[in-house]
């Protein structure tokens, strides 16, 4: 291709480029006023992102991947957002965790992310009102449900808005650049879990695994001590100048996790949700059918059932449902007045669009 070929492809990028910016400041114009529409109203509408992304998806003719456009416009939003009011979102800390990772993909760069040392504090900043919004893992593929967070579920005021499916690599990282003479291996317990075949080939059977609050912690643990390594993602590894020794150590290759969004705000329906459910069955026989058969009744399907005790009395439990749908959708309604019926306790966590992986 000659120069004067480039150049005009050249010039050409730079003309769009000037045309690309002059509707980003429109858009953001609107977006402005709409927030000064809505005065001191609530500026995060998780039903209404969704369906600006959908339709943004649909339209797309590529080169660009759907993912890609997603995320651009994630962008976007998050950007136009922050003129109306910056949203702070809880996470559990420290700096360079996964669910800091999950926060930044769901609300974008624009939103400030705070850092808090347990899922338990995240959960009461939102509640009192010092942030917006809290991010917590639920499950992962390989490890399974996370039990803190379920159990904060039941009690909590919040209700679940959103949720984010994360890719999870997990990496060895260490201030030297060899394996020789790592005496310990820290780690959020989940992580060693999800890496446990690969550490039992790996490393010498006399390493301690060291469970702690955070991969982040990890890694800053590590950071300080000559002899441990840590496995943690990338933004810790670069946070605390640790050199990766091995890379995607998690045993299995799809390992995802997936977080939950909790605010204080109920979400209306977006079109392409989900609903979360706890609920409690009295301890007599057929209690446990009794929970399901509404569900199946009114054709509401059924994408998890998880158990978990209810530390209210030995040996009962308590059943965490997620179903398709909307809790305002008529099927879903008539489902929910059955079980409200028939089981010892109901509470709807939430109804919230799915996400966009």
């Not at 991947?65 to 997603?70: M, R």
């Not at 651009?72 to 957002?81: D, K, N, V």
């Not at 009011?85 to 420290?94: D, E, N, S, V």
């Given at each position: 291709m000659s120069e004067e070929q480039l150049k005009q492809h050249r010039d050409a990028i730079d003309s769009i480029d000037a045309r690309v910016l002059e509707l980003l400041n429109d858009r953001a114009r609107h977006a402005r006023t709409i927030g000064e529409i809505k005065g001191g109203g609530v500026v995060y509408r998780p039903e209404r992102e969704a369906q600006v992304l959908a339709r943004i998806k649909s339209l797309?003719?590529?080169?660009?991947?759907?993912?890609?456009?997603?995320?651009?416009?994630?962008?976007?939003?998050?950007?136009?957002?922050?003129?109306?009011?910056?949203?702070?979102?809880?996470?559990?800390?420290?700096?360079?965790?996964?669910?800091?990772?999950?926060?930044?993909?769901?609300?974008?760069?624009?939103?400030?992310?705070?850092?808090?040392?347990?899922?338990?504090?995240?959960?009461?900043?939102?509640?009192?009102?010092a942030a917006d919004y809290v991010v917590a893992p639920v499950e992962n593929s390989t490890e399974g449900a996370v039990g803190r967070t379920l159990d904060l579920m039941v009690n909590t005021p919040l209700h679940i808005c959103g949720e984010v499916v994360l890719r999870i690599h997990h990496h060895l990282l260490r201030k030297g650049e060899h394996k020789d003479g790592i005496k310990r291996v820290y780690s959020h317990a989940q992580s060693l879990g999800q890496c446990h075949e690969w550490l039992n080939r790996n490393l010498p059977a006399e390493v301690e695994r060291v469970s702690v609050a955070s991969n982040a912690e990890a890694a800053r643990l590590a950071s300080l001590d000559p002899s441990a390594a840590a496995i943690a993602g990338d933004a810790a590894a670069e946070k605390f100048g640790l050199t990766k020794l091995a890379q995607n150590i998690e045993d299995e290759p799809n390992n995802t996790t997936r977080f939950l969004v909790l605010g204080r705000e109920e979400t209306a329906a977006s079109g392409h949700d989900r609903t979360s459910l706890v609920i409690s069955a009295p301890n007599r026989p057929g209690a446990l059918h009794a929970l399901v058969e509404p569900l199946a009744r009114h054709h509401v399907s059924m994408t998890k059932f998880e158990s978990r005790p209810s530390r209210t009395g030995l040996w009962e439990y308590l059943f965490f449902v997620d179903v398709e749908g909307h809790a305002s959708e008529p099927r879903l309604q008539g489902a929910l007045d059955e079980l409200r019926r028939d089981a010892a306790f109901v509470k709807v966590l939430g109804s919230y669009p799915q996400a966009v992986l």
């Open positions: 797309n003719a590529g080169p660009l991947s759907d993912e890609t456009v997603a995320k651009l416009f994630r962008e976007i939003m998050s950007a136009c957002l922050a003129l109306e009011r910056p949203l702070t979102i809880a996470f559990l800390g420290p700096e360079g965790t996964f669910s800091q990772a999950a926060a930044t993909k769901h609300f974008g760069h624009a939103a400030a992310t705070q850092a808090c040392i347990s899922i338990d504090e995240a959960f009461r900043c939102v509640e009192a009102g």
